[in-house]
């Protein structure tokens, strides 16, 4: 079964607009991992968010981390049609070696 | 360097047929997992190999599915039969050794349609 929830299911905005996707789990974690997976492909890795952590940004993106409320956010500023695709949110359990994915938020940008 | 491989990248096959896919993992990365992904879901583990060893595989259902690693390197995961339900994207991931906290890297899958 898969831990995390994700909010929205769907999400659709304009070339430039900011996307914010949102993550919910229910175990402690070690880390706290965002992927994405355009149609047909594999996951691509992009940021890891450990859980002393509470943001981190890498680029055009910004992940948060509330382990109080078990619950993260990532946010994809200035977005381009590229950035369609869909994220997944994963998480490592604190004494953990795998990966529990989320259903993932489908995004989609309009140019 | 090369990514993870994996093949086929598309199978389509009757029900109750066998099939087999193949991965072969970044040089170097002793750990291999097996993830199925089924449509709108994101993926869920199969079985975890450290080296040649299955060290978690209480998610593959057993009876029917089956995986083997036999020199630590590449991997193959079989159904036999397959049935209706097993129609989703397997994919492959692979980790260095000591980077079990850390990103998996993973192939572009095998998409398979079960008729």
């Known amino acids: 079964s898969q831990q995390g929830e994700e909010d929205p299911q769907a999400l659709s905005i304009q070339e430039g607009e900011n996307a914010t996707m949102n993550c919910s789990y229910k175990t402690s974690i070690n880390n706290l991992q965002w992927y994405r997976q355009n149609s047909g492909r594999g996951l691509v890795h992009l940021i890891l968010i450990r859980s002393n952590e509470r943001e981190k940004h890498s680029g055009r993106l910004r992940v948060t981390l509330d382990t109080s409320k078990k619950s993260s956010s990532l946010l994809i500023t200035a977005s381009r049609a590229a950035d369609t695709a869909s994220y997944f949110c994963?998480?490592?359990?604190?004494?953990?070696?795998?990966?529990?994915f989320g259903a993932g938020t489908i995004l989609r940008v309009k140019s | 360097e090369a990514g993870v491989v994996q093949s086929p990248r598309y199978k389509i096959i009757e029900k109750k047929q066998p099939v087999a896919f193949w991965c072969n993992p970044i040089s170097g990365h002793n750990t291999l997992y097996w993830y199925r992904q089924n449509l709108g879901q994101g993926p869920e583990l199969l079985i975890r190999?450290?080296?040649?060893?299955?060290?978690?595989d209480s998610q593959l259902p057993k009876d029917r599915f089956s995986a083997e690693r036999l020199k630590g390197v590449d991997s193959t995961l079989k159904i036999q039969p397959a049935e209706l339900g097993d129609s989703a994207v397997y994919l492959c991931?692979?980790?260095?050794?000591?980077?079990?906290?850390?990103?998996?890297?993973f192939g572009p899958g095998t998409r398979l349609t079960v008729l």
């Open positions: 190999y450290e080296n040649e060893e299955a060290v978690d």
């Open positions: 991931a692979s980790l260095p050794y000591g980077g079990a906290y850390n990103e998996q890297f």
């Open positions: 994963a998480t490592v359990q604190e004494y953990g070696n795998k990966l529990v």
